[in-house]
């Protein structure tokens, strides 16, 4: 095994409805045909993959050093939430991914660090001046949350989105008070 240190995080740049109802195995066999018979690598750049629902799809294998961060691939795994399109970095966590992503994403880097010990997590963003993942990660990663939540929020819509935020981030306190984590 390759020594692992960092762990960077990517988003697809593909809309919230991108091939929706389709299997995260067909998302990952198109976005490994952008990266091989598009731009001509040997295999997908991404190392894991991490579906709109949660649903979590090995790329490369971790053995591989990935392509997906200029200068940095060496030591990093590359992990890609699905989503994201038109993001800016200064986005919030959930104004492009799902809460199943966020918990997600959490056990995968929980799951990493268990492996190869600690990990630096970074996001694309801090390495090129890209939105990608569309929010920070050194914000999400100390909040654990998004902290932009709008104050006033303008429909009800979103207003359910936050709630729905709330109640994941009260379960995600519980289940790790009571170790079920
Ligand atoms: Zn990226």
């Known amino acids: 095994m390759r020594k692992i240190t960092e762990i960077v995080i990517h988003a697809s740049a593909t809309r919230p409805d991108w091939m929706t109802e389709r299997p995260i195995t067909d998302k990952l066999a198109e976005i490994r045909r952008w990266h091989t018979t598009d731009r001509g690598w040997s295999d997908i750049g991404y190392h894991l993959l991490i579906d709109r629902d949660g649903t979590v799809a090995a790329g490369r294998p971790l053995e591989r050093t990935g392509a997906h961060v200029r200068g940095r691939n060496t030591g990093t795994i590359g992990i890609c939430l699905i989503g994201g399109h038109g993001s800016a970095k200064t ?6 991914f799902t809460i199943r992503q966020h918990a997600a994403l959490k056990a995968q880097i929980a799951a990493l660090q268990a492996r190869f010990g600690t990990l630096r997590v970074t996001g694309h963003n801090q390495y090129a001046a890209k939105a990608c993942p569309g929010f920070s990660v ?10 932009r939540a709008p104050e006033t929020p303008k429909d009800s819509s979103t207003e359910a989105a936050r709630l729905r935020w709330r109640l994941a981030e009260i379960r995600d306190t519980a289940a790790s008070a009571l170790g079920g984590a």
Request: glycine residues 6%; hydrophobic residues 30%; negative net charge.
């Open 91 to 96: 986005d919030a966590f959930h104004d492009n």
């Open 138 to 147: 050194p914000q999400w990663l100390a909040t654990g949350r998004d902290t």
